[in-house]
């Protein structure tokens, strides 16, 4: 019986274990959104409401932002009994607490340009108890709009274009005249756009990146640039320096930037740069590559060639002489040497007019290498230099000769300086390549009205287009503008350019249609 006694009592004590249910107060418990996880309950800071108690929701608004110190404000209604609120991000899966404060009002930074940063706020009552929390909110600073580039569409046209921004959902464009304030023009979500314009206005544009989030908008730095809507190469003056060229160039590339651009393929020999200015495709198959200016007083050249340049920008969505401009320049691009001997330029437009030399008095159209010949004399730039490709400017040239034989069609427009007569004569037996001169030398000559140069009996000991004829093998003519002494005055600026502006458009038709 007493054992019997002592099976029921073990029995009984087992069953009230059994019985009696297991709990965990949930008052060490934070209050966490969506799934909770050990792991964001062990890191998360804050303490929370007693078991029970709900926690109030705390509204929250965006009352202002800086793009450039990268922070936001925020605003929250206050909660009853709270003594201080916490200002929380989420940072590698779990919520860090980066501030602490008494105030309704923070100001944010935020960790990056672009970067989405999910915030919320927490109250919390004089014992630390958190009494309440806001909705959890995604907000960012989108990054700066960067390459932000005009081109001319027609003298009333203008598109601007940009990369993307990194958090942008959209962008608003802003547009300014000379004087006035910035006028909100649009806003977009692509990253490009074209305004109007006024001929000969000058124009500040703005492309601020916008990010729309659940409390509003929060605007990036923005990209600004300016315009001016006017045509930049005069021919109104004696003297066509490098300088202007330089600044005439730079001018082109950015007003017409998707259609023109520049490099740098070498140095004079006192330094300054030798430029190559791209008109149309890069990546065309065919080019055409006008060297001027290789005399110094022949810089009648590099004006008429750096207006004809910008009267095909100027018309570059037209249609000219039956040809649509961007469809020829698609297919066929041109180079542009417009000043192949700098230095000798200087010289003759401040020191000795009649210069034809470069720096070391050597004439540069006597140092290339093929039939080269020493003579001349170097102290009135006439020396053709104790070798072939002496010298910088010639190196440049020959360089960039050799680079678009190699990866495109090429034929080559020489400008030369002075008697307006073209020269196409070809004293070897490849036919096809007579061909090919014999069309451009007619082409030149219907263009421009010039003479034959065929009575011409100066030598030609290496010349540049003997050697690109002989050695290199692409056709080349040679076009001598104007009709008096060189330098050319100016009053023969606006002629020859009209004689002219049409040569390598035609030239360019040519190869694009040549099988």
């Keep these: 019986m007493r054992k019997q006694s002592a099976r029921i009592y073990i029995a009984a004590l087992i069953l009230s274990f059994i019985l009696v249910p297991y709990t965990i107060s949930t008052a060490a418990l934070?209050?966490?959104?969506?799934?909770?996880?050990?792991?964001n309950i062990a890191d998360t800071l804050q303490e929370p409401a007693a078991s029970g108690e709900p926690l109030t929701e705390i509204p929250i608004r965006l009352t202002g932002s800086d793009a450039e110190e990268k922070n936001i404000i925020l605003e929250w209604d206050t909660v009853n009994g709270a003594t201080e609120y916490a200002v929380l991000l989420w940072d590698n899966n779990a919520w860090k607490e980066i501030d602490r404060t008494?105030?309704?009002?923070?100001?944010?930074?935020?960790?990056?340009?672009?970067?989405?940063?999910?915030?919320k706020i927490c109250a919390y009552s004089v014992e630390q108890k958190q009494i309440g929390e806001s909705t959890q909110v995604n907000v960012l600073i989108p990054a700066k709009v960067k390459k932000l580039k005009t081109t001319a569409y027609s003298k009333t046209k203008v598109k601007l274009r940009w990369d993307a921004a990194k958090g942008a959902d959209s962008y608003k464009i802003y547009k300014k005249q000379d004087g006035k304030k910035y006028k909100l023009v649009k806003t977009i979500k692509k990253t490009d756009i074209r305004l109007d314009v006024k001929d000969k206005e000058?124009?500040?544009f703005k492309v601020v990146p916008v990010f729309n989030g659940t409390l509003g908008?929060?605007?990036?730095?923005?990209?600004?640039?300016?315009y001016s809507n006017k045509e930049f190469v005069s021919m109104d003056h004696q003297k066509y320096t490098y300088t202007e060229m330089c600044g005439d160039i730079q001018s082109l590339c950015k007003k017409y930037s998707e259609y023109v651009s520049y490099e740098t393929i070498g140095y004079s020999e006192e330094g300054r740069k030798i430029y190559d200015v791209i008109l149309?495709?890069?990546?065309?198959?065919k080019t055409i590559l006008?060297?001027?200016?290789l005399h110094a007083r022949e810089y009648v050249a590099t004006v008429v060639c750096m207006k004809q340049l910008e009267y095909y920008l100027l018309n570059y969505n037209k249609?000219?002489?039956g040809t649509k401009l961007s469809d020829a320049f698609s297919k066929c691009n041109v180079h542009y040497v417009m000043m192949a001997n700098p230095d000798g330029v200087t010289i003759s437009q401040t020191k000795k007019p009649y210069w034809k030399g470069n720096a070391n008095g050597i004439d540069l159209n006597h140092n290339f290498p093929y039939s080269f010949k020493k003579g001349g004399k170097r102290k009135n730039g006439s020396y053709s230099g104790a070798k072939a490709a002496g010298e910088s400017e010639t190196k440049a040239i020959i360089r960039l000769t050799k680079k678009l034989n190699k990866t495109q069609t090429l034929a080559v427009v020489n400008y030369h300086a002075m008697g307006q007569i073209v020269f196409g004569d070809y004293k070897r037996k490849n036919k096809a390549l007579r061909a090919d001169i014999t069309d451009m030398y007619k082409i030149a000559r219907n263009t421009t009205g010039y003479s034959s140069a065929a009575g011409y009996s100066a030598g030609s000991h290496g010349n540049y287009r003997d050697y690109l004829l002989y050695k290199v093998k692409v056709p080349s003519i040679t076009i001598e503008v104007g009709r008096i002494t060189c330098p050319v005055p100016k009053y023969q600026y606006a002629s020859t350019f009209n004689r002219n502006?049409?040569?390598?458009?035609?030239?360019?038709?040519?190869?694009?249609?040549k099988k």
């Excluded at 008494?102 to 915030?119: F, H, K, R, S, W």
């Design 290 to 293: 006008v060297v001027s200016t």
């Design 501 to 513: 502006k049409l040569v390598v458009l035609r030239e360019a038709v040519w190869l694009n249609e």
């Design 102 to 119: 008494q105030e309704n009002v923070e100001i944010v930074p935020l960790t990056d340009y672009g970067a989405t940063n999910t915030l």
């Design 202 to 204: 000058t124009y500040q």
């Design 217 to 226: 908008t929060i605007s990036g730095n923005a990209g600004i640039i300016s």
């Design 30 to 39: 934070p209050a966490q959104e969506g799934t909770k996880t050990t792991e």
């Design 319 to 321: 249609t000219v002489d």
């Design 280 to 285: 149309g495709n890069k990546d065309a198959d």
